[in-house]
Nanobody, 114 residues
Framework: VQLQAFGEGLVQPGGYRSLSCAAS????????MGWYRQAPGNQRELVAT???????TYADSVKGRFTISRDNAKNTVYLQMNSLKAADTAVYYC?????????WGQGTQVTVSS
């Protein structure tokens, strides 16, 4: 499974940004896709996950501001990020899990700054 993420960029505080990540290869119908992020000096942390059936989870820090969604026909996961803060600055990674195996995208930089 290969993952290709898109959406890198600079955004002002209070602004919004959308990320997408497309999976290719042998994709099982039962899987979990998600977004993680890693800020400089910090460990990689969970942002949000979405199961194949649409069940979602969010980190407390992004609840009410970020929305994860997916298009199973396109094997693509999306992350809509609103009301962005400087603390959201990080490299964002998408992850795909199936059959107990994790696959990671290449990471995409999101910088929130005025």
């Amino acid at each position: 499974v290969q993952l290709q993420a898109f959406g890198e960029g600079l955004v002002q505080p209070g602004g919004y940004r959308s990320l997408s990540c497309a999976a290719s290869g042998v994709i099982r119908s039962v899987n979990v896709m998600g977004w993680y992020r890693q800020a400089p000096g910090n460990q990689r942390e969970l942002v949000a996950t979405i199961l194949f059936n649409g069940l979602v989870t969010y980190a407390d820090s992004v609840k009410g501001r970020f929305t994860i969604s997916r298009d199973n026909a396109k094997n693509t996961v999306y992350l809509q990020m609103n009301s962005l803060k400087a603390a959201d600055t990080a490299v964002y990674y998408c992850k795909h899990n199936q059959l107990g195996n994790n696959y990671w995208g290449q990471g995409t930089q999101v910088t929130v700054s005025s």
